[in-house]
């Protein structure tokens, strides 16, 4: 054993399950699903014709929501078809991100020859959430595209035979549309693994000064990751539903 700062960039594996690997990222994602169902739950056993300031608050903020949804896809009938995608994302993001600072996040674990194997960790910093949750909004985005305006010509934005210009921008633009994945998963992780190292660091450097405020920071960062995501998601559908340039 020694002392230091100890950087793990893969989730560590705890056991698997039919030879599936279960990490300590994927317990933290079953606990966040489970707070926000039970949450859900109880919410929606609680609701009444008079509402109290919570439901008030949350009808509030869920109308707004939809509001500027329906002025950004030009349809309400869009936007609440995709509400409960963009709020799911930033919910389940949002609160996995807060909460990452919380009292036994990455704190309690188990021994294992001499290794310590955290019971939690926050998803966000396992790109392999992050590409996962990437990889579901890029798909979503590419089967509305296909949906709204047709296999034929939605495909005609990327494959441009009319022009050599148009056949070179095509590409680019194809190019551009794949990387999403990329920019996705890495903007996410990288953003919230580098808050959790700086906060580790400054608790090393400086404990009984940095971590306090820089714990909060970065919660507030992870809610700004959170609407990031949701809303990168939300104007790619934007994008992938408008008629190629030069269509009546």
Do not use: C
Request: glycine share 10%; no cysteine; aromatic share 16%.
């Amino acid at each position: 054993m020694h002392e230091g700062i100890t950087v793990v960039l893969k989730a560590e594996q705890l056991g698997s399950v039919f030879g599936f690997p279960i990490t300590n990222s994927l317990i933290m994602a079953w606990v966040v699903m489970a707070i926000l169902i039970g949450f859900a739950y109880f919410f929606g056993k609680s609701l009444s014709l008079v509402p109290g300031k919570l439901q008030a608050g949350i009808e509030w903020a869920f109308e707004g929501a939809i509001t500027y949804m329906t002025e950004v896809l030009e349809s309400e009938k869009l936007a609440r078809k995709f509400f409960p995608l963009i709020a799911s994302i930033f919910f389940f993001v949002g609160l996995m991100n807060v909460i990452e600072f919380f009292p036994g996040i990455g704190s309690i674990g188990l021994w294992h020859a001499s290794e310590f194997l955290p019971l939690l960790r926050t998803p966000s910093t396992d790109l392999n959430f992050t590409l996962a949750l990437a990889m579901i909004a890029f798909f979503t985005i590419e089967v509305t595209g296909i949906a709204m305006l047709g296999f034929f010509r939605y495909a005609g934005k990327y494959v441009n035979l009319h022009s050599p210009i148009g056949f070179v921008v095509g590409l680019i633009e194809l190019v551009s549309n794949l990387g999403r994945l990329i920019s996705f998963s890495f903007r996410l992780f990288g953003n919230i693994f580098a808050g959790e190292v700086m906060v580790l660091v400054a608790g090393y450097f400086l404990p009984y000064f940095l971590p306090a405020p820089l714990m909060g920071f970065e919660m507030f960062i992870g809610l700004v990751q959170a609407l990031v995501f949701a809303m990168l998601t939300l104007f790619f559908i934007k994008l992938a539903i408008a008629a190629p340039e030069g269509a009546h």
